[in-house]
């Protein structure tokens, strides 16, 4: 039986997050980042390793290439998780890094650009945290667009590359919040969209956020870089309005999908036309068995870890 969703490693608190440019004068823990080198030219859909950061490095996403021409296995990054955290007293969402969340974008020098410089996108994943704030139940568009700053405000500041949303555990109604409602998402995606254009914005198509993407005669699915299904070991084409070019039916969970699955979603992933193919928990093990069985599908090609 599959497991929905992720199983997390649980922490006093959750954390994650997001997006930016990569600028050239990176610093550890300031916005600009090292332009990156050349790629080597790889052909294929684009691969995603979400890392669970209160367990395992984020470096270790650079440590995948491809026996055949060098190019990365991994094209993104995604920091697992920050999270919208209630402040009571202000009765507002705010965002909020754990400890390790938190070491990996004040390590950005050593965590971050090494990747951005191999030409890998590094986006900050937002987290529900039990505290009754999510994406989907801002009172109102200008509530909406004060954490849109918040998240394009980190972006900047941590030289990101983009922000990933994350609908699970903000246990809406809690400290007296309200329930999710058709607007706010849209008001949350239109400004941090406003607020960053160029950067990533994805989405795990999940929770109440993911089917509320419409309000007002405003669809944000277009503002979205990518969507990608969200139940680890299965294939489900993710509901949103996206060219296939920026969908991942194909989810797995690295180390405990079999590999003939690895294989299987994505040889589907090839031969149905799907742009994206989407990893989770990458961690400091020699995992090349695992990536191989789907980089041979997707870039005919092994992978190689270099420790």
Known sequence: MFTPVRRRVRMAAL????????????????????????????????????????????RNVGKYTLANGGGNVFDVAVIFAANINYDTGAKAARLYFNENVQRVLDNAATEIRPLQQKGIKVVLSVLGNHQGAGFANFPSQQAASAFAKQLSDTVAKYGLDGIDFDD??????????????????????????ANMPGKIIS??????????????????????????????????????ALPKSKLSPAAVEIGRTSQSTLADLARRTVSE?????????LDGADRSADVSAFTRELYGSDAVYTP
């Not at 036309?273 to 928990?281: C, K, S």
């Open 15 to 58: 954390a994650l997050s997001a997006a930016a440019a990569l600028t050239v004068g990176a610093t550890a823990t300031t916005g600009a980042a090292a332009a990156p080198a050349p790629a080597p030219a790889k052909q294929g859909p684009t691969s995603v390793a979400y890392v669970e950061v209160n367990n395992n490095s984020m």
């Open 168 to 193: 699970e555990y903000a246990e809406y109604g809690n400290n007296g919040t309200g329930q999710p409602n058709d607007s706010s998402f849209v008001h949350l995606v239109t400004a941090l969209r």
């Open 203 to 240: 989405l795990y198509n999940i929770g109440p956020a993911a089917s509320r993407l419409s309000y007002g005669g405003v669809d944000v699915s277009s503002s979205f870089d990518y969507a990608w299904n969200p139940y680890y070991g299965t294939w489900q084409v993710p509901g949103i």
């Open 273 to 281: 036309g799907y742009g994206v193919y989407l990893t989770y928990n």
